[in-house]
C-alpha cells in the first residue's frame, strides 16, 4: 500500500478575517462499506455538492489536491482503519472510531467540513474514539483519520430528520384511522438503499386501560400521504394515537391526538381493569 508523507494545506474562510489549516495526507485509502457509497473517484465532486448546499465558507479548491491523490481502500496490515456511522444527522453529534493495531498511539480525527477536530489515544484494545458533528452539510461527508503517515478514509452520508403531519383522525366501526403526510430524507438510508422500506408506525393508547396497540406498514416512497387503520383494541372508548415514521436510522413522532370510539369497552387482557 502506497503511503506518503504528511503535507499541509490552508483553507481560506472567505467571509472571516482569520484561516483554517488542516493536515491533509497526499495519500489516503478510502474505503466504501455500503453499496450506494460514493466510489472513491467521485468523493471531490460529493463532497462538495454536499457542502455547498449551505454555502460553506471554506474555499474548497483547497481540497483538490487531497481529492486527486486519494486512492481506493487497499487489505493492508499496515493497519488504520476509521469508523464511522453511515449516516448521521446534520447538527448532531456522532462518534468515529479508530481502529489499529498499537495500544497507546495517539489518532487525528479530521472531517470534510471542519478539517482537524481533535484526536485520541487508542486503549488496550486498540481503538480509539472522537465525537465531531456535520453542521453545514447536507449530503457526502468525508471522515479521515491519521497516525503518522498513515491515513484512512470513509465516506457519511449527512441528513436531516424525517418529517411527518397529521392530516386527518377518524373512527369507523371499530376501526381508527389516522392520515399524515411524511417525507424521509434525500440521504436517508430508505433513500439510498433499495432494501430498506419507509416504516409508518401507528400507536393507539386506550385512556380507559392505559394499554397499546401498534401497527406498522412499508412503503418504498420516501415522501406522500399514508392512511393508516388500526383497531381499537379495547372496545369502545377514548384513544390517544401517536404516528411514528422510521427511515432506516432515524424516526419522527407526532401526536395525532384523540378520537372516540363508540360501544362496551373490552378488557384487552385476562386481568386488565378499567381505570
Known amino acids: 500500500m502506497k503511503k506518503a508523507m504528511l503535507a499541509l494545506a490552508t483553507l481560506i474562510v472567505s467571509n472571516s478575517a482569520f484561516a483554517v489549516t488542516n493536515s491533509l495526507p497526499a495519500n489516503c485509502d478510502y474505503g466504501r462499506h455500503a453499496p450506494y457509497d460514493v466510489e472513491f473517484h467521485q468523493v471531490s465532486s460529493a463532497v462538495s455538492d454536499g457542502l455547498e448546499v449551505f454555502g460553506n465558507p471554506y474555499d474548497l479548491a483547497a481540497w483538490d489536491e487531497f481529492f486527486d491523490s486519494m486512492s481506493d481502500l487497499l487489505d493492508s496490515f499496515d493497519y488504520l482503519r476509521v469508523e464511522t456511522p453511515k449516516h448521521v444527522l446534520r447538527g448532531s453529534s456522532f462518534r ?52 503518522g503517515a ?59 386501560y392505559d394499554t397499546r396497540s401498534s401497527k406498522t406498514f412499508t412503503t418504498t416512497r420516501t415522501s406522500g400521504s399514508y392512511t393508516l387503520p388500526i383497531s381499537a383494541h379495547a372496545g369502545g372508548g377514548i384513544y ?15 401526536n395525532m391526538g384523540s378520537t372516540w370510539v363508540q360501544g362496551p369497552s373490552v378488557p384487552p387482557c385476562e386481568g386488565c381493569v378499567e381505570l
Not at 479530521?110 to 486503549?123: A, F, I, V
Not at 498513515?150 to 418529517?163: I, K, M, Y
Not at 432494501?195 to 386506550?206: A, E, H, M
Request: proline share 2%.
Open 150 to 208: 498513515l491515513c484512512s478514509a470513509e465516506g457519511v452520508w449527512v441528513q436531516n430528520n424525517p418529517s411527518v403531519s397529521g392530516s386527518g383522525l377518524s373512527t369507523s366501526g371499530d376501526l381508527i384511522t389516522a392520515k399524515v403526510n411524511y417525507s424521509v430524507d434525500n440521504y436517508s438510508k430508505a433513500a439510498k438503499d433499495s432494501n430498506t422500506p419507509v416504516k409508518l408506525t401507528v400507536t393507539s393508547r386506550s385512556d380507559g
Open 96 to 147: 468515529a472510531k479508530g481502529n489499529l493495531f498499537d495500544k497507546y498511539a495517539y489518532v487525528n480525527f479530521h472531517n470534510s467540513e471542519k478539517g482537524y477536530t481533535g484526536r485520541d489515544k487508542s486503549n488496550l484494545d486498540a481503538n480509539s474514539y472522537h465525537y465531531m458533528s456535520f453542521d453545514k452539510t447536507h449530503g457526502y461527508g468525508l471522515i479521515w483519520i491519521t497516525r
Open 240 to 254: 390517544d394515537i401517536q404516528v411514528t415514521v422510521h427511515d432506516g436510522n432515524y424516526h419522527r413522532t407526532i
